[in-house]
């Protein structure tokens, strides 16, 4: 019988499209360590994983009947795609899923981080409030303000539609022109023109630390920082650095570069709002984004690739080891990807 590997407990419902298949499922919680991922994989056909369980290239070589990866998951740096499409595995994931409620929390991080909220409450909690006070607590507008949007995909044109309802001037930079209203072709002009800056680009070779120190020198003392996107795509010890020493006002963070430890130095700087990565983080999407991978899978278990959202560029070759033995019936046929 097919095996496909589930590396977490998914809801029923979100498994039924992999109905008919053999499950095979952590005994914990907490999924697979790196080891028993290795020692898993030799046996299975279909991985449906999280953005946390590292899809190596050493994963993908363990599984010789590996066809495809499933990534509970928009971004896939976890998943080492070139290994995969050597392999003739196919990756699929879950994107257009999330953008909603992945925006609803970087506005959230952005007024969050604008209004100091995050030490506000720690010290209200913490019976540090004293009464109201004229020059307490004092953030940032955030309405009116000019935010940056560094990538411009679908989760950053979310957060657009969110920012013009605050009356904020609105742009945007992208490697590529996007040829649409607010387009700023270079990425220091965006980062000093820019009141509060939203990172909404994913996380490769080319984004590794594109905002470091002198990218957020550019920023200045006045300014706030939002991250949901990947934690690395930001030098972590260089924001620290200008949170601590006053030379940014504030930031707000989904997400680290090495989840789920957090830089001690964020930990304990001032005026940053610390999240654990939990932008999509309501019932119905990560529902939904469960199902979309279960399904992305199934779909190229029965040679419907095509049907599924896929990472790598091409389908497995004709004639590769990882292609099905099964023969296509009708509702089968391939149709043209989404
Ligand atoms: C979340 O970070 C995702 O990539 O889906």
Redesign the pocket.
């Known amino acids: 019988m097919t095996a496909v590997l589930v590396t977490r407990r998914l809801p029923e419902p979100a498994l039924a499209p992999l109905a008919g298949y053999e499950l095979r499922l952590p005994s914990g919680e907490n999924g697979f360590t790196a080891a028993e991922l290795l020692d898993a994989a030799p046996g299975v056909e279909a991985i449906l994983c999280v ?1 946390s369980d590292q899809i190596t290239a050493a994963v993908i070589a363990a599984a010789p009947r590996l066809r495809v990866v499933g990534n509970i ?3 896939y740096d976890n998943i080492d795609v070139a290994a995969a499409e050597a392999a003739g595995v196919v990756v699929v994931n ?1 994107p257009g899923i ?1 953008d909603e409620a ?1 925006a609803d929390l970087a506005f959230m991080l952005i007024l969050a981080a604008a209004r100091g909220c995050g030490d506000a409450e720690r010290d209200l909690r913490a019976g540090g409030w004293t009464g109201w006070s004229l020059n307490g607590y004092l953030g940032r507008d955030v309405h009116g303000a000019t935010l940056g949007l560094v990538g411009y995909g679908r989760i950053a044109r979310a957060v657009a539609r969110r920012a013009s309802g605050f009356d904020m001037t609105v742009l945007h930079h992208t490697r590529t022109d996007t040829g649409m209203p607010g387009y700023v072709p270079d990425l220091d002009e965006l980062l000093t023109r820019a009141d509060i800056i939203s990172v909404h680009v994913p996380y490769t070779a080319a984004t590794h630390h594109l905002i470091g120190a002198r990218e957020l020198a550019l920023l200045g003392p006045e300014a706030v920082l939002v991250n949901t996107a990947r934690g690395a795509v930001v030098d972590e010890a260089a924001l620290a650095a200008a949170l601590h020493e006053n030379r940014l006002f504030g930031a707000g963070l989904d ?1 680290y570069a090495n989840e789920p430890s957090v830089h001690p130095g964020l930990l304990s700087a001032p005026r940053t709002v610390l999240l654990p ?1 939990i ?2 983080a309501t019932a119905r999407t990560r529902m939904r ?1 469960a199902r979309v991978a279960a399904e992305g899978v199934a779909a190229v278990l029965a040679n419907r690739a095509h049907d599924a959202t896929r990472v790598t560029a091409v389908d497995p070759p004709a004639g590769s080891r990882r292609e099905s033995p099964a023969k296509l019936t009708d509702d089968q046929e391939p149709r043209e990807a989404r």
Do not use: Q, R
């Open positions: 953005l998951a928009v971004g879950t999330l992945t997400v990565h932008g999509s984004m």
